[in-house]
């Protein structure tokens, strides 16, 4: 539930429900109107309770037929669950619940006495998703139904916590000079690689829908905006069909001038340590709500421990090892795939960096020291992964500012220079070194809600099977 104690009236209502709940007693006796959702809807004859709900509280209305339009009385006493209604009446305390002699008195509830209440529309019956019943229904049927599901208080916690940590991101960033752009989302060239592109046709050509920011936040650097962060959507025509992969997922990008992976890695895990902070201090009533329900489920409550900073780097070399010792079957120059970032877990369950990756795993854009070679000899890169257990959170590192290495590269790894020279081109009239991340917001997001599937965690999720809602 949302803290509407701020909140300016509408045309819909004096009050928000948090507002007459929490503020009650100064509201004894004064008429509010509110509206809101009929949770439940009791009573027989002349008397009717209705529960009403809205994103910020609920409060029981206590109808009597003799006291407002008898008509009005009628409809709503028979109105199905869901239905919205606007309801004008008095607060009073309700009465207290009986306690043992000795016990604490609990705080006083209120409710609103009715005078006038009108149905503004009627929620068909039955649901196709419980509101405030357990119901049993899958993931893919509440996804068919995301309007309803967004009602149930543990899915409306984790958008809230959701929209937190997109705010704590934000000022954090901000507050160490970070400053927010947009970049197109309609481009003509890949940046992670052309396998996994959208095609669209704009106007008489081609074009792709954006797989990162990738190339643009780069260019918004070169051109002297200094740090820079996107928080937007992100396009991959992957066939994967897993618990942490979309088609569209939201990336949160940084990118900055004048700074080596070692910095950026600074940058992100300060972020994050000011996040679960922020959110240790201000939303545990989010996380209350959320373990609530898990609990009912026979599910781990989760917690917020702040991540202590720095944390650990595990370079790629020392993770393969880390791996091979513990059983798996990898060798340098494989990618660390979930099944062997569950061994490095078990070392670093946290947060935790696995820098310099070798050369040839990371795309074109990142930059490498000719010097850093493996113990085989393998060319090792500025690219780095941050890690929490088995899922990947981040990918970033320092970027290549040497045009003609760039051009190199481009080429090394099968791409058309000739394609690219819209980027390449903001290399040739100075470049600083300069480097940056992006984070998956919904990944991030399991970790604070337990959520075992990204799908949980984002309002209409985009996957193979599913364009709608
Ligand atoms: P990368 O491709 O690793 O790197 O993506 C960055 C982060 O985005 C998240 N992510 C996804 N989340 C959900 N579904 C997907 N299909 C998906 N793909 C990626 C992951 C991942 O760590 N340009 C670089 C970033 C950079 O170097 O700045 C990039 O896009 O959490």
């Known amino acids: 539930m949302r803290d509407s104690s701020e909140w300016e009236s509408t045309s819909y209502r004096t009050h928000t429900i948090g507002q007459v709940v929490t503020g009650g007693k100064n509201l004894i006796g004064s008429e509010v109107t509110i509206s809101g959702y009929a949770e439940s809807i009791r009573g027989r004859g002349a008397i009717c309770f209705l529960m009403l709900r809205d994103g910020t509280g609920k409060i029981q209305a206590f109808l009597k037929r003799d006291n407002m339009d008898q008509e009005n009385f009628d409809m709503i006493q028979s109105t199905s669950r ?31 006495s009715v005078t006038n209440a009108t149905i503004l529309a009627v929620a068909d019956a039955p649901l196709p998703v419980g509101v405030t019943d357990e119901v049993n229904v899958g ?8 309007h309803l599901d967004l009602r149930r208080g543990h899915v409306n916690a984790m958008f ?9 991101g934000r000022i954090h960033l901000i507050s160490e000079g970070f400053q927010e752009i947009n970049s197109p989302k309609i481009i003509a060239a890949a940046a992670e690689g052309g396998t996994n592109l959208f095609p669209m046709k704009y106007f008489d050509t081609d074009a792709f829908l954006s797989q990162s920011p990738q190339l643009y936040k780069q260019l918004a650097v070169l051109g002297g905006l200094e740090r820079v962060f996107e928080i937007g959507p992100a396009f991959r025509a992957e066939k994967h069909d897993t618990y942490r992969h979309l088609n569209e997922f939201i990336s949160f990008d940084i990118e900055g001038a004048w700074m080596d992976d070692e910095d950026v ?8 340590n000011y996040i679960w902070t922020k959110i240790s201090e201000n939303d545990m009533n989010l996380i209350d709500e959320i373990n609530k329900f898990r609990i009912s489920q026979q599910k781990e409550p989760v917690t917020i421990e702040i991540p202590s900073i720095p944390f650990p780097r595990v370079p790629y070399c020392e993770a ?28 670093f369950p946290g ?3 696995i820098p310099r990756w070798p050369m040839s795993m990371k795309p074109f854009y990142i930059h490498h020291k000719g010097d850093e070679k493996s113990e085989s000899g393998g060319q ?25 290495i760039l051009e190199d590269n481009l080429i090394n790894m099968g791409l058309e220079p000739k394609d690219f020279t819209f980027y390449t081109d903001g290399f040739r009239y100075g470049a600083p070194p300069h480097s940056g991340w992006g984070l998956g917001v919904a990944r991030l997001l399991m970790i604070l809600t337990g959520a075992g599937n990204v799908r949980e965690v984002v309002l209409f999720p985009r996957d193979r099977s599913r364009v709608t809602p």
């Open 265 to 272: 890695m600074g940058v992100q895990e300060r972020m994050i």
């Open 160 to 168: 809230l916590l959701r929209s937190k940590v997109l705010e704590y």
């Open 320 to 347: 393969i090892e880390i791996v091979k010792d513990g059983g798996g079957d990898i060798e340098w120059g494989d990618d660390i795939e979930s099944h062997h970032c569950d061994i490095i877990a078990e070392k």
């Open 351 to 353: 947060f935790h960096f």
């Open 82 to 112: 869901e239905s919205t209604i606007c309801v004008t009446g008095v607060v009073a305390e309700k009465r207290p619940p009986k306690v043992a002699e000795g016990d604490p008195l609990p705080n006083p509830e209120f409710e609103i």
């Open 380 to 404: 090792l890169s500025r690219g780095f992964d941050l890690n929490y257990g088995r899922d990947e959170m981040t990918s970033g590192g320092q970027r290549e500012h040497r045009v003609d």
């Open 139 to 146: 993931l893919d049927v509440r996804l068919d139904n995301r």
